[in-house]
């Protein structure tokens, strides 16, 4: 039995001293490591298990932490944290005060830069490029490791068109495995898996055009093969590609086979690479799936609707109209300041268009829904999936900005259904036909309403749901968060019934000002709660209101401070925010001595 190599590496310096002959041996203990480690405590899984060649090799040859390596994304990085002195900790990966799932400078002086969301990698290895020649520093490597589903959105061009003329000293590695989260799509696609096809071009691939040293492409699971190659890269000058084909899910069957579903698979058999076999329990559906089924059935009917996701149709469910309307829906890759202004030409021809991006990464495309949306007043239904808290994911992914950057924004509508129903009738009543653009938001994972699919209703733009009567204090609400509300007050109710009443406000714009009106004037304290950041959002909202009409009723805000929450799962988080429901029962209490 050959001695356990990976238990021997603590950091990469030890790495470096193996022979490379054990390299084998040590990438294989790496796989098996992560698979143990995510079929337990889930999280990524394919695009490490196809990087951990790569991230050997890397290590093996470049001097980290000296040498300068930036992931992007960073969902493939499990292999770096472990043999980057995290393994003993790998346990805690995404959990509350536990590892981060993507880089993270903080953790460890070999994450160069925090990542999560795409595309970034290279415009910051060029950064920490010049800096360094800036200081006359010419021995430092600098080296961006980005897929093919990153590399094609507008960010990554960008930078690719900088680094060109710079003559730094950067190494772009791009980790070519055909696929996203979903297939890749587009014609830079196209272009790489014929550049693979052919094997090595001999000139003219696009990145020496752009004035790259390109070589490639190389099989990304042999290691002497990448090892040589960046051996011969490190003492080339100025800005390099290494084209590297590698398999998504490399080394477990399954992950290989259904690479979409292993991407993050949740927990599963590490021996077999087996699903944990789903309960027979009916459960509510996802509202991504509450989205994507009614957009389909909406879209029977009225054949002006056209759906767009930059990169998620298997993660929004844009995938059902994808599948039942090809030639009207849209995967547009990584490019949600494309899918925008896509999303804004097309209604300028009348087109029904609902534009699904998830909060988080809508904040990538805010001057395309300023300028060449709501400045013009086009129609767009954009539907935020992923707002609020989303959990594991931590910091770089809860979309929390989302009520505060759109609520700015003239022209604009903003909705968040309180349940499936409500997103199902909002959907509805978009594609009938609205004067102005509307974001519709609502949050990861699953509603608590079995019989959702309802005959459609319309709901009137600007009107307010008051969900309860009661006496002094009103408490109000926007999007799901309301079900924390209605827990808090049944759970305080038997002690003081009639004290409490309870709105949803729905829309945040137009605001049901009668109503506000109507709240102020009744209750004594205003309590507003939102899954979102209290600066700028409901919370904001409603003390500008009482401002500009002269209330000097209290008002107690309810939301994330100002802050970056980390990861957790969803009610660890929304507890430490102050938006669980029974923080909203304390925040309660503390007023009912007062009324
Ligand atoms: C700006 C942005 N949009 C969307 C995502 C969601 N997302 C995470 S990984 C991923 C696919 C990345 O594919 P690729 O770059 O090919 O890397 P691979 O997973 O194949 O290693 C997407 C779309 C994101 N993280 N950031
Ligand atoms: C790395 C990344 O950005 C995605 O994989 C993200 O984690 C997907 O989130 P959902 O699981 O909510 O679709
Ligand atoms: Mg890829």
Known sequence: MPKNLLHTIQLPKDLRKLPEDQLPQLTQELRDFIINAVATKEGHLGASLGVAELTVALHFVFNTPKDLLVWDVGHQAYGHKILTGRRDNFHTN??????????????????????????????????????????????????????????????????????????????????????GI???????????TQVNLDGAPETDTIFEALSFNYSGPVD????????????????????????????KGKGLRQAEEDQVKYHAPGKFDAKTGDLHPRSNEVLPPKFQDVFGKTLVELAEKNKNIVGITPAMPTGSSLKFMMEAFPDRAFDVGIAEQHAVTFAAGLATQGM?????????????AYDQVIHDVCLQKLPVIFCLDRAGIVGEDGATHHGIFDLAHLRSIPNLIVFAPR??????????????????????RYPRGRGNILEWEHPFQTIEIGKAAPLKNGGDIGVLSIGTVANNVTEAITEIESSSAEKIAHYDIRFLKPLDTGL???????????ITVEDGVKKGGLGSTILEFAAENNYENPVKILGIPDEFPEQGTVEELQDMVGISSSKIVEAIQSLLPAV
């Open 352 to 364: 029904t268009v609902f534009c699904n991006i998830y909060a988080t990464f809508l904040q990538r």
């Open 419 to 440: 349940n499936e129903i409500e997103l199902r009738n909002i959907l509805y009543t978009a594609q009938l036909g609205l004067e102005l653009p509307i974001a519709i």
């Open 94 to 179: 995404r959990q509350l005060g536990g590892l981060s799932g993507f880089p993270k400078r903080s953790e460890s002086e070999y994450d160069t830069f925090g990542v999560g969301h795409s595309s970034t990698a290279i415009s910051a290895a060029l950064g920490m490029a010049i800096a360094n020649k800036l200081k006359g520093d010419t021995t430092t490597q600098h080296i961006a490791v980005v897929g093919d589903a990153s590399i094609a959105s507008g960010m990554a061009f960008e930078a690719l068109n900088h680094a060109g003329v710079t003559n730094t000293n950067l190494l772009v590695i791009l980790n070519d495995n055909a696929i």
């Open 220 to 247: 990304g699971h042999d290691l002497s093969v990448l090892i040589a190659a960046l051996e011969r890269l490190k003492n080339i000058e100025g800005p390099k590609v290494l084209h590297v084909i590698t398999k």
């Open 182 to 192: 979903d297939p890749s799509v587009g014609a830079l696609k196209n272009y790489l």
């Open 516 to 526: 506000v009106h109507k709240i102020f004037s009744n209750h004594k304290h205003i």
